[in-house]
């Protein structure tokens, strides 16, 4: 047993590890679904303190006409913010095309060679580059500890790019792409900060922009043992993934600001002064929409300076160094234990257990995610628990039919071991008696499996051949109840002796009920068998038997099968006061008797193995 139950365990523990090793699509898609929660969860987060966005809104396309609008204003409005004392300006903005006004373009140069602008473009994937020249600003990453160029064939890889003229960012002095895909599901969670384009590395708008701001001239990046790298910007450093993606932590974005107020000077110094500043579209049919892991859609302008926030604030969530590493161990824990308590206590306690592990990795996920921005899922551990509550199922389930199994040996033991007792005392009160009890189990068994290959009775019968023939040698217990004068008489008996013969069936019901009462047992199958046998076996089909004079199918199957097998013993078999009739005559007088002392069906079942139950008749009264 003990084997065959850490067989189950260890499958539970395989299956367990596969799943962690393999994480399929369904385990991925559930991971966001709970970081989702997760993040519903946390409290509201600090007001944005680094960055600041200036929105072409409604109400400026209003006050200054449709969009784009001349360089010149946009030239206007860099200047204004760096009046106002921004930190750095990221747009997000895309200039592909030469203003109409010839002078427009420079003047725009001029104002972003001013300011510490950054500018932005987009990478193209899977299409061929377009024939438009970009002036892109590649970053050299190398390893802090080794020296060693960072690789980058993880990073996601750009065929091309849709870029702003290359006056301007060439004056500009820094660019960062826009790109931020949604996972399969449409939401965005993760923000690439690095791509690859013709073998050199670029930045984002968003870390373009902080470096800047900052007057970081070289992020330093590493990789951890995972294979997951670190990011240092400034005196933070930040963990991303393998492909350079940082986990968005939101509810930080800054207020937008509407361009009209920067030209109004309604704005207060304070809210741009020492700010990152982007400026972008949130106007409806200009904007471009993302859908957040908190179910709402916002520009992607204020994307871009959650991502520059979080950066420059040092506060982005992040997966743990050998973060399904620490899955693993902590679901196999959970596993663990919920096999503990079901040793121990049961499945029940286990179940309980169970369910306090779920509730506390949910707990233990968001406290951790709350208080150090760092996740772990509990999907995992909820996986471990799932999987260690079935596999004691499993084992519970096999045990508790290995013990009914066991327990069912045990019974039919004791069932034969209780008849083979009941069959010697009425051997000891009458040899005859005792020896037609044991050759009744024989023919029983021989006539019962005939008739269950009926389809009538094969469902009802069927399984229930064994336990018939089992309990038939018990049919005559009632004779230990009778004189001996009467039971052992060598000659006719009288009317009155005939008559205290007939009460051996209520005799043996009555023992069996009386035992029944004192054992306090109800309902047992095989008791009820047994009451049936010993009470009508001597019931005829036409009603004019005894003790009840029952009829038909009134008499209960056992009934009418040791009704036959008992007359039939009692004519082959030789006893001291008569000789045997033989099996020819027995035959004969069933045949005649067919619907009037004994139920058709079974006669017709007899007749099917007569020959075999001539073979029986002959082995002696010891077979």
């Known amino acids: ?28 898609r559930a991971d966001n ?18 960055t600041a966005i200036v929105a072409i809104d409604e109400d400026s396309l209003a ?25 750095g300006i990221a747009l997000d903005v895309l200039f592909a095309e030469s203003d109409r006004q010839g002078e427009a373009d420079s003047a725009l140069a001029e104002a972003l060679t001013r300011s510490r602008a950054v500018v932005g473009y987009a990478f193209v994937f899977g299409q061929a580059p377009g024939d438009a020249p970009c002036r892109l600003h590649p970053l050299d990453l190398v390893q802090r500890d080794r020296g060693t160029a960072l690789p980058s064939d993880r990073f996601f890889a750009a065929s091309g790019a849709v870029c702003s003229l290359p006056g301007l960012a060439d004056a500009a002095g820094a660019s960062g792409f826009i790109n931020a895909a949604p996972d399969p599901d449409g939401v965005l969670r993760r923000v690439p900060l690095l791509l690859r384009y013709a073998d050199r590395v670029y930045p984002s708008l968003s870390l373009a922009a902080a470096r800047r701001a900052t007057d970081e001239r070289a992020p330093l990046v590493d990789e951890r043992g995972d294979g997951s790298l670190t990011l ?26 509407s361009a009209v107020a920067i030209f109004n000077g309604t ?39 959650e991502v520059a926030e979080n950066l420059l604030a040092g506060r982005v969530n992040e997966r743990p160094e050998y973060a399904e590493v620490w899955e693993l161990l902590l679901a196999a824990l959970a596993l663990t234990l919920v096999v503990l308590v079901a040793g121990r206590l049961g499945l029940p306690a286990a179940a309980a257990a169970a369910v306090g592990l779920v509730g506390v990795a949910w707990w233990g996920a968001g406290a951790l995610l709350h208080e150090t921005a760092e996740f772990l899922s509990p999907l995992l551990v909820w996986a471990g628990v799932g999987a260690g509550l079935a596999g004691e199922a499993v084992v519970g389930l096999w045990s ?30 009458d040899a005859d008696t005792g020896q037609h009890a044991k050759r009744t189990q024989a023919y029983t068994r021989l006539l019962a499996t005939a008739l269950a290959k009926t389809p009538t009775y094969a469902k009802t019968l069927g399984p229930a051949v064994d336990l018939v023939a089992t309990l038939a040698p018990l049919h005559d217990l009632g004779k230990v109840g009778v004189p001996d004068d009467v039971l052992r008489k060598r000659s006719s008996l009288t009317p009155e002796e005939s008559e205290e013969m007939r009460r051996h069936p209520d005799i043996g019901h009555e023992s069996l009920l009386r035992a029944e009462a004192q054992a ?18 001597h019931e005829r089909w036409d009603g004019c038997g005894y003790p009840r004079g029952l009829a038909g199918t009134e008499i209960p199957l ?66």
């Open 1 to 28: 047993m003990r084997a065959t139950v850490w067989v189950i365990r260890a499958a539970a523990i395989v299956t367990l590890c596969a799943l962690a090793l393999a994480r399929p699509t369904a385990l991925e």
């Open 33 to 50: 679904q709970l970081y989702d929660g997760l993040l519903r969860r946390a409290p509201p987060g600090q007001p944005a303190a680094h």
């Open 63 to 87: 006050a200054f006409g449709q969009w784009p609008w001349p360089r010149t204003r946009v030239a206007h409005l860099v200047d204004r913010l760096q009046e106002l004392g921004a930190s």
């Open 232 to 257: 240092s910007l400034g005196p933070s450093t930040l963990a991303l993934d393998a492909r350079a993606r940082v986990l968005l932590r939101l509810g930080s974005a800054p207020t937008p600001i």
């Open 267 to 305: 704005v207060p110094p304070a809210a741009i002064s020492k700010r990152l500043v982007f400026v972008g579209s949130t106007a409806i049919g200009l904007r471009d929409m993302v859908t957040t892991p908190l179910g709402e859609r916002r520009p992607g302008i204020e994307m871009h300076a």
């Open 400 to 429: 508790g039919r290995r013990d009914v199994a066991h327990e069912r040996r045990r019974r039919e033991e004791a069932q034969r071991l209780i008849v083979q007792a009941l069959s010697s005392l009425t051997e000891t009160r």
């Open 520 to 537: 306090g047992v109800h309902d047992d199958e095989v008791l009820r068998l047994a009451k049936e046998i010993v009470y009508t076996h």
């Open 558 to 623: 056992s009934g009418r099968l040791v009704s036959l097998v008992d007359v039939y013993d009692a004519m082959v078999a030789r006893r001291a006061y008569r000789a045997a009739v033989g099996h020819a005559a027995a035959v004969e007088f069933i045949v005649r008797e067919r619907g009037r002392h004994f139920d058709p069906d079974v006669v017709d079942a007899f007749l099917s193995v007569r020959d075999e139950f001539e073979r029986l008749s002959r082995l002696g009264p010891g077979s």
